[in-house]
């Protein structure tokens, strides 16, 4: 049996509790049910759904794409080297979004350094595109992806790449084969956080991808416009983001950091 | 074994590691099995992974079947993958997430009629469904064994393949391990702390201590002939060291001892087999040379032989018989004399 | 994962008296201010509060001006759910009914226009002279949202000369609007005739659009619970005399 907590301790959980769940609760409180599927079935709704739903999935797989090498790189590395391309590689996760959607303009924008050589070289514009969508959510989404997957390849034994070599199979072969399969767990979470965290992304977004309807306009978007203009649809798009958000958490349980 | 066999692994194995420095050679001939053993921290898996090139040479270098595998300098060294070396690890480590079947053959190109051969010797037959973790320790130690083997591997490297194993485990492993090894034709090179395992395995013993190897010798001279106290308490015998002086050699508490060699001069080791050690209550007669009053500080009983460790005038271990231990009606702290043959005395030089 | 440096008890404790000293000083500074009223008004509208709150802490120094500026939907929002504000002055008269309607202000006072005007960016200057540049040419257009009074009018404007906004970003005020054609983000916008005027940069005019014929309003109204009546009378009042009016038609508001 687990040790009972000590009675202070249990008050002081249950408020906190109440305070983290108040907010949740007055939301739905505040949700017009019975005027649901009129307010979800609307043209603006179901855009902004469908694009969160794209970007969020495909930024998802980006942040997988560029977290998993970086993550590898990460575990090979100690000492300052080390914290310090920690400390860029997940900056984006503490940085104010609306910041990292500054810092992407002045890269990626139409006179950002890189945005102007691919504007000009081959007519790609990245801001006001679903494309642009996708770069600011991966943005914020990949550095869950780079914690959650050194954390697993730090707790892989290393003798298990010696036993791959020594049976033969090249670095590469022993990475796809041994190496990503044993730490498929991690890579789950990670993508699973960064897809909940790209759901959610509006500032970095907002930013950098402009609030363009049926374009760029993601679901949180919609309920920031919303807000003012249609309250009742703001609400209902919201339980949307609350729900899927809560599925995905319930989903990884425990799972938020791969088990040692 | 025969000596005229070539030599698989030749290798000078220089690895730094902060204060510790491993530096061994170490051989291996055609279809011989080495074992490699030594106290804890002396370097052992240090020196195998050397081998397998997961460690780079501080000196030294390595080379399989005539072909240079690494030279310490030189930037042609051929990676671990490509070695044609095969490791058993201690654990197994088997790959998790592959069933058995796909964990042998991992390593495999697609020879599953090799594959097949190895199942049978190996008594794993039945479990190529199964998944790492629904194996026993001594199952999963046989998988990892067929894993390495079906790679046919020129050398084959076991890092205390037996070591998760219960008693009855090991012996029936070690049988397995040992006869497929030895049809395999491969040579083999294995980390052990159990010297029943080496005596039982091993064609040739390797000991390295502290990074050095201190004696290289077949399984008989081992026993026979330890090189250091570090092995003569491995197979429990006496091991002194002292100065030489014609046929006497005197040791560090005074205590000299009569030998048949001649001609000593300088520091020596002297080994004495604890069943060459006789004892008695009264003091011989006929005064042997080397008899001493003792006592009887412990007396522990392995099946039909009691090692009695004595203290007197330095401490040395008799091996009797259990009759004799009745017989003679002796207890700890009973008073008895010790005598030993000059015959009956090892000298080796004393390492360095 | 790594060494992981454990900050000593010491060290938590000259952090915590370091968070109390500052939350601290933090409340005192809070509680010192004899009196301040607090105004919320349209972002166009701006430099010209910020000009008049200069002014009217010249005259009451004992009161200070805390400013609330966003779009005219974000605020009416705001006080919808309850915010506090002694002043409000929006850029639209229906967002002021909005509040009139459910009691929170009584008998606004027109203080202002503002009309339309579509802006290019400095980049494109030359190239883009009319609006039949900008409906013939695949440019990246910003507007306010449809639910801001600049963006209602903005979409009514859009429609009479058959611009297509429907890749338009919509930003949530006019000055978002304004700053994206200044730095070249987007290409052109839609925005007050005010903003073109305080715009720092070399920004396009489309003067031949007829844009400056679609025009609104800037009513202001003391709220019915304001606690400083007397104090946010006479910020209203400024608007009336010529420190007021000077400042409206200095950054390019008309006069009602």
């Not at chain 1, 790209?198 to 807000?227: D, K, S, W």
């Not at chain 3, 939350?23 to 301040?36: P, Q």
């Not at chain 3, 005739?193 to 400056?212: F, V, W």
Request: charged fraction near 20%; hydrophobic fraction near 50%; aromatic fraction near 6%.
């Amino acid at each position: 049996m687990t040790p009972q907590l000590p009675r202070l301790l249990r008050l002081a959980a249950f408020v906190a509790v109440a305070v983290v769940a108040a907010p949740l609760f007055s939301l739905l409180w505040r949700i017009p049910w019975s005027e649901l599927p009129r307010l979800l079935s609307t043209e603006v709704v179901v855009d902004a759904l469908f694009l969160s739903l794209v970007t969020s999935l495909v930024a998802a797989l980006l942040a997988l794409l560029i977290g998993i090498p970086i993550a590898f790189q990460l575990s090979r590395m100690t000492g300052i080297s080390a914290s310090t391309l920690r400390a860029v590689a997940t900056l984006p996760m503490v940085l104010p979004p609306v910041v990292g959607g500054a810092a992407l303009l002045f890269a990626f924008g139409r006179r950002g350094l890189i945005g102007e050589t691919l504007d000009n070289a081959a007519g790609l514009v990245l801001p006001y595109t679903p494309a642009g969508v996708v770069i600011a959510n991966a943005f914020v989404a990949t550095p869950f992806v780079v914690l959650t997957v050194e954390s697993g390849l730090r707790a892989l034994d290393p003798r298990y790449e010696l036993a791959a070599a020594s049976l033969g199979a090249s670095p590469l072969r022993s990475t796809l084969r041994v190496v990503l399969p044993m730490i498929r767990s991690s890579i789950v979470a990670g993508a699973f956080l960064a897809w909940a965290r790209a759901l959610g992304e509006f500032g970095a977004t907002i930013t950098f991808a402009g609030n363009v309807p049926g374009r760029t306009q993601t679901l949180p978007l919609a309920v920031f416009v919303a807000m003012e203009a249609d309250r009742d649809a703001a609400l209902a798009m919201s339980l949307v983001l609350v729900f899927i958000s809560l599925i995905v958490l319930v989903c990884l349980r425990d799972r938020w950091w791969p088990a040692k | 074994m025969n000596d005229q066999l070539k030599l698989l692994l030749e290798g000078r194995i220089v690895v730094e590691r902060g204060p510790f420095k491993l530096d061994a050679e170490v051989n291996v001939k055609q279809a011989e099995i080495v074992a490699l053993m030594g106290p804890n921290g002396a370097g052992k898996t240090t020196l195998l992974e050397a081998i397998l090139g997961w460690l780079p040479l501080a000196d030294g270098q390595v080379l399989l079947d005539g072909q240079t595998l690494e030279v310490h300098g030189e930037n042609r060294t051929v990676p671990t993958h490509e070695r044609e070396i095969g490791m058993v690890f201690q654990d197994g480590l088997l790959f998790p997430h592959l069933n058995v079947m796909r964990n042998i053959e991992f390593g495999t190109g697609s020879s599953s009629t090799h594959v097949s051969e190895l199942l049978e010797p190996l008594e794993i037959t039945n479990l190529v469904d199964r998944y790492p973790e629904e194996l026993s320790a001594g199952q999963r130690q046989r998988v990892a064994l067929a894993r390495t083997l079906a790679t046919a591997p020129k050398l084959v490297l076991l890092d205390e393949p037996l070591g998760a194993l219960d008693v009855t485990g090991r012996v029936i492993a070690r049988k397995l391990i040992g006869n497929v090894l030895r049809s395999n034709g491969a040579g083999a090179l294995v980390v052990t702390h159990d010297p029943a395992d080496a005596f039982a395995l091993a064609d040739r013993i390797l000991v390295l201590e502290g990074g050095r190897v201190t004696q290289c010798a077949p399984p008989d001279q081992i026993r026979t002939r330890p090189a250091t106290k570090w092995v003569a308490e491995l197979v429990g015998w006496n091991f002194f060291e002292g100065d030489g002086n014609g046929s006497l050699v005197e040791l560090a508490d005074g205590v000299e001892i009569a030998t048949a060699h001649r001609g000593l001069d300088g520091p020596v080791a002297v080994t004495i087999n604890p069943t060459a050690v006789a004892l008695y209550t009264q003091e011989p007669t006929g005064s042997p040379r080397n008899s001493w009053h003792c006592h009887v500080e412990s007396i522990e009983f392995v099946a039909d032989v009691a090692r009695v460790s004595l203290v007197g005038p330095f401490a040395i271990s008799a091996d009797v018989t259990r009759a004799a231990v009745a017989e003679l009606g002796i207890d700890t702290g009973s008073a008895v004399w010790a005598s030993l043959k000059a015959t009956e005395v090892g000298i080796q030089p004393l390492q360095g | 994962m790594g060494q992981q440096s454990i900050p000593s008890a010491r060290s938590m404790r000259i952090l915590l008296a370091t968070v109390t000293v500052l939350i601290a000083v933090f409340l005192n500074g809070c509680g010192s201010g004899s009196h301040s009223i607090r105004v919320f008004a349209a972002s166009s509208l701006t430099e010209v509060v910020q000009h008049l709150a200069e002014e009217y802490e010249t005259r009451y120094p004992n009161t200070d001006v805390e400013l609330n500026i966003a779009g005219s939907g974000t605020l009416v929002m705001q006080l919808q759910e309850g915010a506090d504000a002694d002043l409000v002055i929006l850029a639209s008269r229906s967002h002021m009914d909005q509040l009139r309607d459910i009691g929170l202000v009584r008998a606004p006072k027109q203080i202002a226009q503002n009309s339309l005007a579509v802006i290019v960016s400095p980049e494109l200057v030359k190239d883009i002279g009319s609006i039949d540049d900008v409906r013939r040419t695949a440019l990246q257009i910003a507007v306010c949202v449809k639910s801001s009074p600049c963006g209602a009018l903005a979409w009514a404007y859009a429609s009479s000369v058959g611009l297509d906004l429907s890749s338009a970003t919509h930003e949530s005020n006019v000055k978002a609007v304004l700053a994206k054609v200044e730095r070249d983000e987007v290409d052109v916008g839609i925005v007050y005739m005010s903003d073109l005027r305080t715009s720092r940069e070399q920004l396009g005019h489309l003067a031949n659009a007829r844009a400056d014929q679609y025009s609104t309003s800037y009513p202001l109204a003391v709220t019915t619970d304001s606690k400083a009546r007397r104090a946010a009378e006479n910020f209203a009042a400024l608007f009336a005399e010529p420190v007021g009016q000077s400042a409206l038609t200095h950054f390019g508001f008309q006069l009602p």
